[in-house]
């Protein structure tokens, strides 16, 4: 017996359409898919009778690779805890719900198709520093630089960031806080990072300002949605290097 | 946010020790609001001090609300298409969603508080009455109306600063993982011990404690 779901889905085709939230019924789905698989069910439906399948980024569908993401009735990727939406299955919702599946809303996020957002924007915060100049060559010994454990934990649990953009899409101010401090933590605790530590939290804040999202009020809506479990004080490390920067 | 929100915090920690006079009486109470006047006599003229207080605190207001104005055009900037669903809060702050309506409500309530109780202009005992005598008749039962609206202004600036409090430590990058806990449990601590002392004096004149 499969699971019977209304969706109400945001269908904008480019950048110059409007957009508008359209209703579908989607019958017979299996309570072992993950929202993805439903949403190639509908899809496929969608082809069959002519019509334009909606349009959604994935790739990994194992929860790596940071490309999925939709607001999922309110929630970025979902209600369920540290979950990418291609990670979250369709055993979490009731028979015969409605499910509203949204875009990431923020202007540095523009609508490219339905679903499907540019995130360029976070290309752009690492290019200008989430990156360590070294010199190329073999890779160095493992134990070549001491780093302490506490140190590496914390820089491993920042890097675990997959930059989806679920933190902006949550954030009440469309800040991008949680990205960019997850890679100037994970960069800045470590002593391969040390050189470039002050100027990177500046040109990457910078950045990320020029953009055009949000300030951070410590809301904590970011680190809550987060499929990685990004914390929030990453932030706070992030507060910290700029200060010092900008000194 | 962080630093005017903190010069503000110490001002309030400061306004409720010297309400809590009251309840020592009518001469404990207006000799304290002359204290305030002449601190520093002779050595600097009457009232120096208490207005360079006073510029200092229209100041951090001021730019508070400056910043507060800010982030909002921001955020409103950021996000011009909003969501068709209901969001509701995952991080389980609600103190944290008042900071910007309760925001205007604390300073909507600054200024009534003020042509009340500093300008005399809505006080039934007028400017030039006794400090004490206008805090007893500002309350007066009669006058309900006003202590409701001081006590709903006073669990505002409680929620403000249960968020506000830790908030600033963040701000500035002098919180970390491991103190989350105890700087949270400080801003409740803090936030209720206020708002349970600003509440205490109209509370006393409402059960005549204070006459």
Known sequence: MGMNLTLKVWRQNGSSDEGRMVTYKVEDVSPDMSFLEMLDVLNERLILEGDDPVAFDHDCREGICGMCGMVIN???????????????????????????????????FPVVKDLVVDRSAFDRIIQAGGFISVPAGSAPDAHSVPVKKDDADAAFDAATCIGCGACVAACPNGSASLFTAAKITHLGLLPQGQPERDSRAKAMVEQMDMEGFGGCTNTGECTAVCPKGIPLDTIARMNADYLKASK | MAVTGAILVL???????????????????????????????????????????????????????????????????????????????????YATHTMRYGGVIIVLFVVWHLLDMTFGAVNPEGFDAEPYDRLVAGFDPSRWWVTLFYVVAMIMVGLHLRHGLWSAFQTLGLASGRSYGKLKAAAALVSLVLVVGFLAVPVGVMIGVIK
């Open chain 2, 11 to 93: 001002f309030l920690v400061g306004h409720m020790v010297g309400n809590l006079k009251s309840f020592f009486g009518a001469d404990s109470f207006n000799h304290y609001a002359e204290w305030l006047r002449t601190v520093g006599s002779p050595a600097v003229p009457n009232r120096v001090l208490l207005t360079v207080v006073e510029i200092a605190l229209v100041l951090a207001v001021a730019l508070h609300m400056w910043s507060a104005v800010s982030l909002a055009r921001r955020a409103s900037k950021a996000r011009p298409v909003k969501y068709a669903a209901k969001r509701k809060s995952q991080a389980n702050g």
């Open chain 1, 74 to 108: 309110g929630v970025a990727h979902g209600e369920q805890r540290a979950t990418t939406t291609c990670q979250l299955h369709m055993r979490h919702f009731e028979d015969g719900a409605e499910i509203t599946i949204e875009p990431w809303r923020a202007a540095p």
